[in-house]
């Protein structure tokens, strides 16, 4: 090992910055000044064992711009403080090593997260000169940091079956009293158990074999109890090496497996307005709708308001979801499950809610409520109405092509009347002219700001482990993202203005559907794919095995 003949290389410009970058970095630090969030940070870091210490401002600078750029790494900040100038002058000249930035991000920006970026945010929608208050949502999911190989399911299922084991053993040597019948075991209880049997096994030596088995059920028990409390509530999976990861599939997987492919990974919910991502939330759901309101919730905690307009796609048209949107009078942008098939007139629903209480069938024929006594309702607040005289019906194929019975003269529908509602509210405000400029906006704006992050910032994996590292990480990667747009902004190549509806633009039409065209594609009997064969080869294989 060499102690004296081992040098480390570094640059030495002889050159300056260029005036128009430095004139960007400057009008960059002055927003971070009037932002305020210098006061969140501490003067300068600690200085143990004579290590140069260096100002907390300089390096969450650095953090940021690292993160806009391109260098996101602890090792890509290391090597930036060397030899690119844009760094060397954010630096002070100073040459931090990845250690200095990760313990700064951990024990600096992560606790304060949160306020770090509304107040960055704000400041930049200030600079800018945006209103927020037509905003859009998307999700999408980020593989996370963790062996994909080694993931636990909730064992629920298995914790039942070793319970019912349990019961029989206990029954076998007479403890089954303060046993519940059913459900899974607590291995309280069972550690309870075993305590009364060691006791009377001093007495009865025969009871040893009852005891090692009640005692390997017990260490069993406690594995499954772990696993459930790392799961919670909310997760059927976890990852071994990230707890906090979910077995998702992404969706470059949804053609490859159909399903079967799991990665570990985080739920990713923006909210964009003019372009600018103003509130996002990092979650372990593996469904987008539930993550509706906590990112609009999450908007309200950084500007105190809710935004006036929200557009989104099909993926999060719950009933849930649009009561909070009235409860808070935000107009309702949300598209219905089957928009584009009413749209087009292919597809279209069968009926449509009126204000006097009836439902309007395709065909034109009224329907009233009516009671079914023998027939229990498949959703919970749904009511049945009764529509009569559909033997003449031009549309009777279409609309009863799921039916067992097609033959008869009336037609039941099961319907959620406040969601059929303010699914038809969200329809209309989407024909509009107002939802026709939404709707094209969502598609430049929200999934946009995807795109740029995966494409052209190349982020598409997370590299810290556990639910607050990558919520942080994720932060400061959307803070990137605002900021790459706000320096094209200083240099005038970036603007803020998206399509704007013209005036006097018509709302769009709802097709008329074609009774005969509908009710050809409703007689067509759908062709079996080669895996449905196979399928039935193997059933029927197996039967006469």
Same mark, same amino acid.
């Given at each position: 090992?060499?102690?004296?003949?081992?040098?480390?290389?570094?640059?030495?410009?002889?050159?300056? =910055?260029?005036?128009?970058?430095?004139?960007?970095?400057?009008?960059?630090?002055?927003?971070?000044?009037?932002? &305020?969030?210098?006061?969140?940070?501490?003067?300068?870091?600690?200085?143990?064992? &004579?290590?140069?210490? %260096?100002?907390?401002?300089?390096?969450?600078?650095?953090?940021?711009?690292? /993160?806009?750029?391109?260098?996101?790494?602890?090792?890509?900040?290391?090597?930036?403080?060397? !030899?690119?100038?844009?760094?060397? +002058?954010?630096? @002070?000249?100073?040459?931090?090593?990845?250690?200095?930035?990760?313990?700064?991000?951990?024990?600096?920006?992560?606790? @304060?997260?949160?306020?770090?970026?509304?107040?960055?945010?704000?400041?930049?929608?200030?600079?800018?000169?945006?209103?927020?208050?037509?905003?859009?949502?998307?999700?999408?999911?980020?593989?996370?940091?963790?062996?994909?190989?080694? /993931?636990?399911?909730?064992?629920?299922?298995?914790?039942?079956?070793?319970?019912?084991? *349990?019961?029989?053993?206990?029954? #076998?040597?007479?403890?089954?009293?303060?046993?519940?019948?059913?459900?899974?075991?607590?291995?309280?209880?069972?550690?309870?158990?075993?305590?009364?049997?060691?006791?009377? =096994?001093?007495?009865?030596?025969?009871?040893?074999?009852?005891?090692?088995?009640?005692?390997? +059920?017990?260490?069993?028990?406690?594995?499954?109890?772990?696993?459930?409390?790392?799961?919670?509530?909310?997760?059927?999976?976890?990852?071994?090496?990230?707890?906090?990861?979910?077995?998702?599939?992404?969706?470059?997987?949804?053609?490859?497996?159909?399903?079967?492919?799991?990665?570990?990974?985080?739920?990713?919910?923006?909210?964009?307005?003019?372009?600018?991502?103003?509130?996002?939330?990092?979650? @372990?759901?593996?469904?987008?709708?539930?993550?509706?309101?906590?990112?609009?919730?999450?908007?309200?905690?950084?500007?105190?308001? %809710?935004?006036?307009?929200?557009?989104?796609?099909?993926?999060?048209?719950?009933?849930?979801?649009? @009561?909070?949107?009235?409860?808070?009078?935000?107009?309702?942008?949300?598209?219905?499950?089957?928009?584009?098939?009413?749209?087009?007139?292919?597809?279209?629903?069968? %009926?449509?809610?009126?204000?006097?209480?009836?439902?309007?069938?395709?065909?034109?024929?009224?329907?009233?409520?009516?009671?079914?006594?023998?027939?229990?309702?498949?959703?919970?607040?749904?009511?049945?109405?009764?529509?009569?005289?559909?033997?003449?019906?031009?549309?009777?194929?279409?609309?009863?092509?799921?039916?067992?019975?097609?033959?008869?003269?009336?037609?039941? /529908?099961?319907?959620?009347?406040?969601?059929?509602? !303010?699914?038809?509210?969200?329809?209309?405000?989407?024909?509009?002219?107002?939802? *026709?400029?939404?709707?094209?906006?969502?598609?430049?704006?929200? #999934?946009?700001?995807? &795109?740029?992050?995966?494409?052209?910032?190349? +982020?598409?994996?997370?590299?810290?482990?556990? =639910?607050?590292?990558?919520?942080?990480?994720?932060?400061?990667?959307?803070?990137? %993202?605002? *900021?790459?747009?706000?320096?094209?902004? /200083?240099?005038?190549?970036?603007?803020?203005?998206?399509?704007?509806?013209?005036? &006097?633009?018509?709302?769009?039409?709802?097709?008329?559907?074609?009774?005969k065209r509908l009710s050809k594609r409703a007689s067509k009997k759908k062709k079996r794919s080669v895996n449905d064969k196979a399928k039935d080869y193997r059933y029927r294989s197996a039967k006469k095995k």
């Amino acid at each position: 090992m060499t102690n004296f003949t081992t040098r480390e290389t570094f640059l030495v410009p002889s050159f300056d =910055l260029e005036e128009k970058e430095r004139i960007k970095l400057d009008r960059f630090l002055l927003l971070l000044e009037d932002s &305020g969030v210098g006061e969140l940070l501490p003067e300068r870091s600690d200085n143990p064992m &004579g290590r140069p210490a %260096y100002r907390y401002a300089d390096l969450f600078a650095v953090i940021l711009c690292g /993160f806009a750029f391109g260098e996101a790494s602890l090792r890509d900040l290391e090597d930036a403080c060397k !030899y690119d100038l844009r760094f060397f +002058y954010l630096m @002070q000249q100073k040459r931090p090593g990845h250690t200095v930035f990760g313990d700064f991000i951990n024990e600096v920006i992560l606790p @304060q997260r949160k306020e770090i970026f509304g107040r960055i945010t704000k400041a930049i929608i200030k600079e800018t000169g945006i209103e927020a208050d037509e905003c859009f949502i998307d999700g999408s999911k980020f593989e996370a940091d963790a062996n994909r190989y080694k /993931f636990v399911w909730k064992p629920v299922k298995l914790h039942e079956k070793l319970s019912d084991k *349990i019961r029989d053993l206990l029954k #076998e040597v007479s403890l089954e009293r303060n046993v519940p019948e059913k459900g899974p075991l607590s291995s309280v209880l069972i550690a309870g158990k075993l305590t009364k049997l060691s006791e009377r =096994l001093k007495e009865d030596p025969s009871l040893k074999k009852h005891f090692e088995e009640l005692a390997a +059920y017990l260490e069993k028990l406690l594995e499954y109890e772990e696993k459930e409390r790392i799961c919670g509530e909310d997760r059927n999976s976890y990852f071994k090496s990230d707890h906090d990861a979910t077995a998702m599939t992404m969706k470059s997987d949804y053609y490859s497996g159909l399903g079967s492919h799991m990665r570990a990974a985080y739920n990713v919910q923006l909210l964009v307005s003019k372009g600018v991502i103003c509130a996002y939330h990092v979650s @372990q759901s593996r469904s987008d709708i539930t993550e509706f309101v906590p990112v609009l919730r999450a908007f309200e905690e950084i500007y105190g308001k %809710y935004p006036e307009r929200v557009c989104a796609d099909a993926g999060y048209g719950s009933l849930q979801n649009y @009561q909070f949107l009235k409860e808070n009078k935000i107009e309702n942008y949300i598209k219905p499950t089957n928009f584009q098939g009413n749209v087009s007139g292919r597809n279209p629903d069968c %009926y449509t809610l009126q204000e006097d209480g009836t439902l309007l069938c395709l065909g034109g024929r009224v329907g009233r409520r009516t009671e079914i006594p023998s027939r229990h309702s498949k959703n919970a607040g749904s009511v049945f109405y009764r529509v009569e005289d559909c033997r003449e019906c031009p549309f009777a194929a279409y609309c009863k092509r799921f039916l067992k019975r097609k033959k008869d003269s009336f037609r039941i /529908f099961e319907v959620q009347e406040e969601l059929t509602f !303010y699914k038809q509210e969200a329809f209309a405000n989407l024909l509009s002219a107002k939802g *026709i400029e939404m709707r094209v906006n969502r598609s430049s704006q929200v #999934e946009g700001a995807f &795109g740029v992050l995966k494409q052209d910032m190349s +982020y598409v994996r997370l590299r810290r482990t556990s =639910l607050e590292k990558a919520e942080t990480e994720f932060m400061l990667t959307a803070l990137g %993202y605002n *900021i790459r747009k706000l320096f094209r902004f /200083f240099s005038g190549k970036a603007s803020f203005d998206y399509w704007r509806a013209p005036e &006097g633009l018509q709302a769009e039409k709802k097709r008329k559907p074609s009774a005969k065209r509908l009710s050809k594609r409703a007689s067509k009997k759908k062709k079996r794919s080669v895996n449905d064969k196979a399928k039935d080869y193997r059933y029927r294989s197996a039967k006469k095995k």
